[in-house]
């Protein structure tokens, strides 16, 4: 492609919603969009075209110190988020890395462990010394986990026995420990483990081919007859209830995700457009492209505002599940759009890699599906406002 030129509205945010955050929040904001710039975009389609998850930006990460940014650091519900979509403008596969780790794994222990768990665990989290992955979905169970989980644990005086196979699961393959949510058998409720990988009879087996967040590193586990001392089930966590009181964080967490993947297509149309020259001027002149472009901008403005005003309620302790599902199924379903617009903008160039674009397209159809599908978050919702349940 032609050398880069200095543009004008450097990213998506059209109206200026980082404005809301403090100054200092602000500055940080900048910091990691810059150290991203300069250390994540430059490898980021190499191990995506690989399939290879780059272990040597781990110590680094640690460095720029990232983990837990609102119940740690005390940071913004809305910088959280839009530090969670500046990962994923720079690349979704370090950003579901991050959201695995920081979201789904430490908000495990941070809800549903005891304090004196918390004590001995979070320091080596928070650090990146412990590298940790989340195990709820199952080669079964899927959206319908809630009540069908078939990994099971059973008391054994001072241990627990945990069997079963859990599907998806990121970070697994080199994880330290996983969070596995298994059904007690006494009782039928789920209940949360934190699992030593090292443990006999846990194994995690990669899986190959996929086409959307080829760098993240999701497993098979099986768990046969794996020995777990009673002091490592996390003790508030005894119900799906209480799993989903991570899910319901994390599912905004994916939204934003959608955020910065609308950011991603939106930086990497508008350059080509500005760029690609045809009919002996830029394609950027011609009005088709301009509705395009126009309507990435708007799916994403209007997707930033939404995340705005959930994220202003989640810092009042107001945001309800029902949000937080509608927030989910909104912006993926703009964020599918945009990436379609985007990649049609550059056509042919659109298929590969080599021009940013292709694995942007690839990376959203993964968003689109996880931490609740599309539809499900639909029904979710429509339970809210109907008072109806469509979900058998």
């Keep these: 492609m032609p050398e880069a030129t200095e543009l004008p509205y450097a990213d998506g945010d059209f109206f200026a919603f980082e404005a809301l955050l403090s100054e200092k929040e602000r500055d940080r904001l900048h910091e990691v969009r810059e150290w991203l710039e300069a250390n994540v975009q430059p490898i980021a389609v190499d191990f995506w075209n690989r399939g290879e998850f780059p272990h040597e930006l781990i110590p680094r990460l640690a460095e720029l110190d990232i983990v837990s940014p609102v119940r740690r650091q005390g940071r913004s519900n809305l910088l959280a988020g839009l530090l969670h979509a ?42 990146l010394k412990k590298i940790g992955a989340f195990a709820l979905t199952e080669p079964l169970g899927g959206s319908d986990v809630a009540g069908g989980t078939r990994t099971t644990a059973q008391r054994d005086g001072s241990s627990w026995i945990l069997n079963g196979a859990k599907r998806w699961i990121g970070n697994a ?16 409720q789920v209940k949360a483990f934190l699992v030593d990988t090292r443990l006999e009879g846990y194994k995690a087996t990669k899986i190959e081919n996929k086409i ?4 993240v ?3 098979d586990i099986t768990l046969e007859d794996v020995v777990v001392p009673d002091e490592f089930k996390l003790a508030h966590g005894n119900s799906f209830r209480d799993t989903n009181k991570v899910l319901r964080a994390t599912r905004l967490s994916v939204a934003w995700q959608a955020v910065g993947l609308m950011m991603a297509a939106f930086d990497v149309a508008r350059r080509y457009a500005v760029e690609r020259l045809q009919f002996g001027r830029p394609i950027a002149s011609f009005q088709l492209v301009q509705d395009h472009l126009v309507t990435m901008l708007g799916n994403t403005v209007s997707s930033l505002g939404l995340m705005v005003r959930v994220s202003q309620l989640a810092e009042e302790g107001q945001a309800r599940d029902e949000q937080s599902a509608l927030a989910k199924a909104v912006t993926t379903a703009r964020m599918r759009e945009s990436v379609a617009l985007g990649r049609a903008i550059l056509g042919g160039n659109g298929i590969v890699t080599d021009y940013g674009m292709a694995k942007v397209f690839a990376d959203a159809e993964a968003v689109f599906s996880y931490e609740g599908t599309h539809e499900i978050n639909t029904l979710v919702t429509g339970r809210a406002i109907t008072g109806i349940s469509a979900i058998v």
Excluded: C, K
């Excluded at 959307?212 to 760098?215: E, I, Q």
């Design 217 to 219: 590193q999701n497993a």
């Design 212 to 215: 959307s967040l080829r760098a």
């Design 173 to 188: 393959t080199f994880s330290d420990w996983v969070v596995v949510y298994a059904r007690d058998v006494e009782d039928n």
């Design 86 to 127: 500046e990962f994923t403008r720079a690349d979704a596969s370090i950003a579901t890395f991050m959201g695995v780790h920081d979201g789904l794994f430490t908000g495990s222990l941070e809800l549903l462990a005891s304090r004196e768990q918390q004590e001995e665990w979070l320091p080596d989290v928070y650090a």
